[in-house]
């Protein structure tokens, strides 16, 4: 949100795609619109074999929350009205909406898949490996 931000403020028109949208208003004191939102956490899953995705659909009052690991995945629903600590999973007693919002977040996740530029491949001289290793980051 930063970057269409600054460009409103600089008077300068976003180009068509920029992810993101403008926090200028709140500047000016007024309010923005709540919209969807798509969040996720790679971390645990990228710096161990065995680590954890969690992904979250956010669209309020509800916030979905999936979670992957070697072991299965389990799915969360909270209502962050009546209940802004995630203390009550409503995902069995409100299964309708719990799947809604799963087919919202799965298919954000393969908007995001499809748009997103390829990963590059590095190559790393050998001296630059070993003193990866060295410090244990292979």
């Not at 007024?30 to 979250?56: H, K, M, N, Q, S």
């Not at 309020?60 to 209502?79: C, F, S």
């Not at 995902?91 to 799947?99: F, L, Y």
Request: charged share 25%.
């Amino acid at each position: 949100d930063l970057l269409p931000t600054v460009l409103e403020l600089l008077g300068v028109r976003a180009p068509d795609g920029l992810a993101g949208r403008s926090l200028a208003p709140l500047l000016a004191g007024r309010e923005l619109v709540e919209r969807p939102l798509y969040l996720e956490t790679l971390v645990p899953a990228l710096e161990r074999p065995l680590g954890i995705e969690v992904r979250a659909w956010l669209e309020p009052p509800y916030k979905l929350i999936h979670t992957q690991t070697q072991a299965g995945e389990r799915v969360e629903l909270y209502d962050l009205v009546a209940d802004p600590a995630e203390a009550m999973d409503l995902s069995r007693s409100h299964p309708s909406i719990a799947t809604e919002m799963a087919g919202r977040l799965a298919a954000e996740r393969a908007r995001i898949e499809r748009t997103a530029p390829a990963p590059e491949s590095i190559v790393v001289d050998p001296e630059t490996e070993a003193r990866l290793k060295s410090l244990g980051y292979l």
